[in-house]
């Protein structure tokens, strides 16, 4: 696992991509990272986001529904899939 390069061709993917992510988590830099590799060099940005839920930690996105960004998903979803 620790020589597969997971982001290699992530500038390839040509679907629409959502990252959604908490900014508290400790792996928000994850969320960025993969969003900084699908658009470097890439032919296809105007279908992805990284969308950043301010003071957000891990799991307040699971049950916390004032905070999860159901407008922003739909707005997303109907842009890019319909």
Do not use: Q, W
Request: with cysteine.
């Amino acid at each position: 696992m620790m020589n597969t390069r997971l982001f290699t061709y992530a500038n390839e993917i040509r679907s629409a991509v959502l990252i959604i992510h908490e900014e508290k988590a400790h792996s928000c830099y994850m969320g960025k990272d993969a969003y900084d590799n699908m658009i470097k060099n890439s032919n296809y940005t105007k279908n992805k986001e990284l969308l950043i839920i301010p003071n957000a930690v891990h799991t307040d996105l699971y049950d916390k529904l004032d905070i999860i960004p159901f407008d922003k998903i739909v707005e997303f979803l109907n842009t890019n899939l319909v």
